[in-house]
């Protein structure tokens, strides 16, 4: 088992890293980092002797998180960034529709559900789509342009949803 890192190189996070009860000061699930955030591998362990650790230093927060290798990669490797995050917020820029129907209304508020991140080139980041779910509608998926921050009083999404779980593709409407 040879590490793919070593000290001091630089790496992005590939995901969300929660705490997952190990990080002191933090409640479990608490936000440690984000994801595409960069640091530097200042430790390399072991777990279990089965999976490698990186203890990374992550210069924004000034934190020093433990990853696993594959919630990394070279932080000079392609990334397409993303506005939004599972579990956030959002309302709808616009109306959205599918087939020639209003779905959702312009400025209804929704719940990502998974963000869509389309391969990023060394010349260009990816397109960016979402899974969202906006209540008394089927999970839709919207261009990161048809999206914006939900307002601070925004609420959950109600419970009474459509139990479609395969996607609809949302038109933008003008």
């Known amino acids: 088992m040879q590490p793919l890192y070593d000290y001091g190189?630089?790496?992005?996070?590939?995901?969300?890293?929660?705490?997952?009860?190990?990080?002191?000061?933090?409640?479990?699930?608490?936000?440690?980092?984000?994801?595409?955030?960069t640091g530097y591998v200042r430790d390399v362990g072991s777990f279990l002797q089965d999976q490698i650790i990186y203890s990374v230093h992550f210069l924004d927060g000034d934190r020093i998180v433990g990853c696993r290798e594959e919630e990394l990669q070279p932080a000079s490797a392609p990334w397409t960034p993303s506005r939004f995050e599972s579990r956030e917020k959002v309302a709808a820029r616009i109306a959205l529709g599918r087939g020639g129907r209003v779905l959702v209304e312009q400025g209804r508020v929704g719940e990502v559900i998974k963000?869509?991140?389309?391969p990023?080139?060394?010349?260009q980041t990816g397109e960016v789509a979402?899974?969202?779910?906006?209540?008394?509608?089927?999970?839709?998926?919207?261009?990161?342009?048809?999206?914006?921050?939900a307002p601070a009083s925004a609420v959950a999404p109600s419970e009474d949803v459509s139990t479609d779980t395969q996607p609809a593709i949302a038109e933008q409407r003008p």
């Open 9 to 37: 190189d630089e790496v992005r996070v590939r995901r969300n890293v929660r705490n997952d009860g190990t990080f002191p000061g933090q409640p479990t699930g608490a936000l440690l980092v984000r994801r595409g955030s």
């Open 120 to 123: 990023a080139t060394t010349e």
């Open 115 to 118: 963000v869509l991140r389309g």
């Open 130 to 149: 979402y899974h969202v779910l906006f209540p008394g509608c089927s999970l839709l998926q919207v261009p990161e342009s048809a999206l914006e921050s």
